[in-house]
Nanobody
Framework: EVQLVESGGGLVQAGGSLRLSCAASGFTFDIGWFRQRPGKEREGVACISDSDGRKHYVEAVKGRFTISSDNAKNTVYLQMNNLKPEDTAIYYC??????????????????WGQGTQVTVSS
């Protein structure tokens, strides 16, 4: 059974940091992080390629967020630094991900985790 489980969300002050984890059960694939901010549509923020480790980010998070993976643990991380109130969202991991222009998206038979809340106070 394919399963993605996120953890690591919480409440942090602006300028602070959080690290999200996405534990994947029994497979490796191109996994991405997505978020849904209040009143907005879900959007991709980062994607990492399983085959070559290439990382993709949308402009809004470049230089602040870092996606990484630990294949031995089947876990993908999202290190979020210098958080801003506008980063407040439910964060999801999903696969398979890809990037075109400044858009990160999932395609085909996609799978999603249940989400983890990140709240950034001003």
């Amino acid at each position: 059974e394919v399963q993605l489980v996120e953890s690591g969300g919480g409440l942090v002050q602006a300028g602070g940091s959080l690290r999200l984890s996405c534990a994947a059960s029994g497979f490796t694939f191109d996994i991405g992080w997505f978020r849904q901010r209040p009143g907005k549509e879900r959007e991709g923020v980062a994607c990492i390629s399983d085959s070559d480790g290439r990382k993709h980010y949308v402009e809004a998070v470049k230089g602040r967020f870092t996606i990484s993976s630990d294949n031995a643990k089947n876990t993908v991380y999202l290190q979020m630094n210098n958080l801003k109130p506008e980063d407040t969202a439910i964060y999801y991991c999903a696969f398979p991900c890809a990037q075109a222009m400044d858009v990160i998206y999932v395609y085909g038979d996609d799978y999603w985790g249940q989400g983890t809340q990140v709240t950034v106070s001003s």
